[in-house]
Every structure is written in structure tokens, then in C-alpha cells.
């Protein structure tokens, strides 16, 4: 008898059994695509309270969902809500191109919202997004997460507070501590968009971004693609390194060429050399170390208290290391150590030299304006080596009420201070001292010499000749001298000429006021220039 029992129960739970599973295992309702189906279990329960149905499923538990797949240690499933709960292992696979994982999930049939919970992984074959809690939509591919998250897209680290990862575009949109780690930079902000498939960081709000330099960028606007080191930074971008600082309306840069173009209102700094540049466009390589400034550039080389303006079309700078390769460019004082005898005893004597080591071009329309000093020329050669200005084509000086031209002008300064001026072949000095009467100084070559920034006196060599009107203790004219001599030399005191002292071969004659038409007392390639002198520094910027 009671082995009859047995048999009778052994075939009853095999009845049982394949009962439930053959329930498990039928198609979806037809009228409703979001059933829920179990596909396999090592176990499977049953039960009916009041009007709800329920399911439970342990061991390697594979449930479907039109396309998407779960998988998890075990689950309860409210057939009659469509709502599922998986614990441990949970795995979702949704439409095999998201994958996300939890320690539990519940889901939401009808409305396909997942909500995981305990080590959240989601990968979607680019990027890795770890966090403790997340909402996941599986009809939009959002998911959110609102207490911390990690992704790591190739060699990129990004993490904050909260996060929107968009399945269908591989977008993440960081919020609240946001920071980025990147073998190369560091980028911190408020809010980031990030994408997993492109690699591209786009800023739109307040953003730090320090590179392994100490290059440091400060943006609210633009993006960074990190696998092609390619940027852009808009809404008047920041950018600072060791030696300089650069503003502009917008820039963009190439890390892998270290090339980059700045754009609109450009403010660009040397701290080393202490030079500034104005312009609306600048190019830079930092390879080279050189930049090219365009569109009515503006270069200030500040001073304690007479800083030195320049314009031009075209500025250009670089290393004079790397000029001299293809160039030879002649040292013009000899007060400077031969290139052989120069020896770098420590970092700080290499860094002085590093800084000694530039030039700039400028060409066309030079224009230089500071308070003691004036000047105009075709084009400019600046060495940071010997400190000097090399003025070419028809380049003209003013220095309180004397002005100098000459052929080509080289004009020597001291702390950034003008020190000597140096004017050869067809070298004249002219300074107005009445409505018609003008003294010249004229010579193959002519040096001026400055103290603290003034004109102190002036000499004349070669087939030099002079004209000089002599005035009495109240400032009368009493008379003009015209003279030659091998050397003529012109002092100046309170920034006027004081005295002419003539040297060999002195052949002159002295006139009456009353005897001479001051229209004719010129020499020759006389030309009052005034009005191309700068008379402000805000007349160059107008360039």
C-alpha cells in the first residue's frame, strides 16, 4: 500500500512539474508584446494569492523580454503587474548592445524601467559606467544615477555626483563634481558631457582643465577630443602656462602638432619676456616656440613707468637658436659674449638664456610709441640677445623735439629703456626750434645717446655737416651757423639742443639773423616728418 503511494506521488510531481514548465515556456501573449517569459530555471514555483500570480525561478534564471534578455541567481515575477525582482548576478542584455549588471534589480514590465541597485555596471561596448544605484529605461536607453558614478572610456577616468548616460547616442551628461582624469589632463567642472563612442568632452559651463605641463585652460565653452588631442574653447577661453597667458574670444589647438589658433580680441602674455601682444588673430606652434600675430597686432613691452608700443601688420617670433640655422644674424654689439664663450653653469643661467633666446619680426607699417620714444619704419628686427631694434626702409625717430632718419636705424636699449640709437647712410638729425627754423645735424652715420630714457647728445661722422641756430640768454635768435667737419657733436639739456661742438677740419659760416630765409636754410634729404610721428599709443592701435 504505501509503496502504491509513492509511485502515485512520484507521478504526480512529474505531472507537476512539467506543467509548470511548459506554462513557463509558452509564447508571449500575442495581445501584449511586454510579457515577461522565463526561459530557463533549475527551479520554478507557483503561486496564486487572491487575484495575483507570482513566480519564482532560482538557478541560472534566463528571462525575455521582446529583445532583451535578463539574467540572474533568482527571481519573483508579479505576472499579473508584469513586474519582476532579480537577486544576485543580475545581468540585463538589452537588444545585444547594452549590457548592464546589479546585486538586485526591479523591473517594470509595462513601462520597461529598471531600477538596480549594489555594484551597477553598464557597458555598451566603448565605455564602463559603475555605480551604486540606476535607473535604466530600456524604451529610451537612459539610465540615471544620482549618488556617485564612475565611467572609464579608454584611457579616461570620469566620475560625479550624478549622471545621464543615452544609449542611443553614447552621450553621458555628468553633473555635480565632475572631474575627468586623462593620462594627459585633468578636467574639472560642474557639468560635462561626455561621449563614449567618439571620445569627445563638451564644456558648457565653468571648466579647469590642467595638463601634465601645468598648462592650465579655463572655459565654459567648447570640447576636447581626447583620441585626436583636438580642441576648441569658445566664450572667451583662459589659458595659462609657465611663460604664458593667453585670452582670446575663441581658440583652438591641435596637442599632437601643438599648434593652435586664437581668434577675436586676442591678449596674448610672455611673463619671461615680459612682452604682451594685441591682435585679432595669433598662431602659435609650440614646437617651435613661435607665434604669428595678425590683424592690427599690437606688441607692448612693459616697463615700470614708459612702456614700448609697437604695430604692425604681421608680427612673428621665435627662438633665435632656431633663425641662426637658416639665416646669419650679425651681432651688433660687442659689449656681447662670442657664441663659443657662453657657458651654462646652472638651470638658472640656462633659463636666462632660454629667455635671451627670441626675436620678433614685424612687417609693414611699424609704428613704435612710448613716452621718451617714438618711431616709424617698413619693418622691425627685435633680439631679446643684444636687446636691440633694427629699423629698415625709411625709418624715422622722434625723441622729444628731435627726430632721426637714416637708411636703416638701429636703436640699443638697458632694462627696456633706450640706451643708443644708431642711424647710418643718409643719417639726419632735425629738431624744430621756430615756426620755420629747424637745427640738422647731418652724417654717413649718426649715435645718439639716451639718459634715463632722454636724448643726452648726439654725433655725426662722416662728411658731416650741421645747421644750428644760436639764441641768447632770453631765448632770441641771434643767428645760424652752417658748417662741416669730420665729426660734429649736438648736446642736449632740459630736451633741447644746448651746444654744437665741431671736431677736425671745421669749415663753417655764421649769418645774420636778417640775412638768411630760414625756407632755405636746409640740407640735403631734409624732410620734416611730424606727421607720421605716433602722438599717442592709442594711434597704433587704430593701425
Known amino acids: 500500500m504505501k509503496k502504491c503511494k509513492a509511485i502515485i506521488y512520484f507521478f504526480c510531481a512529474i505531472f507537476i512539474f512539467f506543467h509548470l514548465s511548459l506554462y513557463a515556456q509558452q509564447p508571449a501573449d500575442t495581445s501584449s508584446k511586454k510579457k515577461i517569459i522565463i526561459l530557463n530555471a533549475e527551479r520554478l514555483n507557483y503561486q ?76 555598451d561596448g566603448k565605455g564602463v559606467l559603475t555605480t551604486p544605484d540606476l535607473d535604466y529605461d530600456l524604451n529610451t536607453h537612459i539610465g540615471i544615477y544620482t549618488k556617485t558614478g564612475k565611467v572609464v572610456s579608454d584611457k579616461s577616468v570620469l566620475t560625479s555626483t550624478e549622471g545621464y548616460y543615452y544609449g542611443e547616442t553614447k552621450d553621458v551628461f555628468f553633473k555635480k563634481n565632475v572631474k575627468l582624469v586623462n593620462p594627459d589632463y585633468i578636467v574639472t567642472t560642474d557639468t560635462l558631457l561626455f561621449n563614449t563612442y567618439t571620445n569627445v568632452a563638451t564644456f558648457i559651463v565653468p571648466t579647469l582643465i590642467v595638463s601634465n605641463d601645468k598648462r592650465k585652460i579655463y572655459t565654459s565653452d567648447g570640447y576636447y577630443d581626447l583620441t585626436h588631442k583636438k580642441a576648441y574653447f569658445g566664450k572667451r577661453p583662459h589659458i595659462e602656462d609657465s611663460t604664458t597667458i593667453l585670452d582670446a574670444d575663441q581658440v583652438a589647438s591641435n596637442d599632437s602638432t601643438r599648434e593652435s589658433e586664437a581668434n577675436g580680441n586676442v591678449v596674448y602674455r610672455d611673463t619671461a619676456q615680459g612682452i604682451t601682444i594685441f591682435s585679432n588673430n595669433l598662431k602659435s606652434n609650440g614646437t617651435q616656440s613661435s607665434f604669428l600675430a595678425t590683424q592690427k597686432p599690437v606688441m607692448v613691452i612693459r616697463q615700470d613707468k614708459d612702456s614700448i608700443y609697437i604695430a604692425a601688420d604681421t608680427f612673428f617670433s621665435a627662438r633665435l ?80 623735439q628731435s ?37 640738422q645735424v647731418k652724417g654717413r652715420t649718426i649715435n645718439g645717446y639716451f639718459i634715463n630714457g632722454e636724448i643726452d647728445s648726439i654725433r655725426a661722422k662722416g662728411n658731416a655737416e650741421s645747421i644750428y641756430y644760436g639764441q641768447d640768454d632770453s631765448s632770441k ?43 632755405a636754410m636746409r640740407l640735403r634729404n631734409f624732410k620734416w616728418l611730424d606727421n607720421r610721428r605716433p602722438k599717442t599709443k592709442y594711434d597704433l592701435f587704430g593701425n
Open 321 to 400: 637658436s632656431t633663425l641662426r640655422k637658416y639665416r646669419i644674424i650679425p651681432v651688433i654689439l660687442d659689449s656681447l659674449p662670442a657664441k663659443d664663450s657662453i657657458v651654462i653653469a646652472d638651470s638658472a643661467k640656462a633659463k636666462q638664456d632660454s629667455a635671451k633666446d627670441r626675436f620678433v619680426e614685424a612687417y609693414y607699417n611699424v609704428k613704435i610709441f612710448s613716452d621718451s620714444l617714438q618711431a616709424v619704419g617698413d619693418s622691425l628686427f627685435y633680439s631679446s640677445e643684444d636687446s636691440a631694434f633694427r629699423l629698415f626702409k625709411d625709418p624715422v625717430v622722434w625723441s622729444q
Open 48 to 123: 496564486k494569492i487572491d487575484s495575483a500570480e507570482f513566480q519564482s525561478a532560482a538557478g541560472k534564471v534566463i528571462i525575455q523580454q521582446e529583445t532583451t534578455l535578463f539574467y540572474g541567481d533568482s527571481i519573483v515575477l508579479n505576472k499579473t503587474k508584469n513586474l519582476l525582482e532579480a537577486f544576485g548576478h543580475v545581468h540585463i542584455n538589452d537588444n545585444d548592445s547594452i549590457d548592464t549588471y546589479s546585486d538586485y534589480l526591479r523591473y517594470l514590465g509595462n513601462d520597461k524601467k529598471a531600477y538596480l541597485k549594489g555594484n551597477v555596471k553598464l557597458t
Open 403 to 439: 627726430q632721426i632718419s637714416g637708411d636703416t636705424i638701429y636703436l640699443f636699449t638697458l632694462n627696456k629703456k633706450p640706451k643708443r640709437m644708431y642711424a647710418f647712410e643718409n643719417a639726419i638729425s632735425v629738431q624744430k626750434v621756430g615756426p620755420d627754423y629747424y637745427n
Open 477 to 519: 635768435f641771434v643767428g645760424v651757423n652752417q658748417a662741416t667737419a669730420d665729426v660734429i657733436d649736438m648736446y642736449f639739456a632740459n630736451r633741447e639742443a644746448q651746444k654744437v661742438v665741431f671736431r677736425s677740419n671745421l669749415v663753417g659760416t655764421s649769418y645774420p639773423m636778417r640775412q638768411i630765409d630760414p625756407s
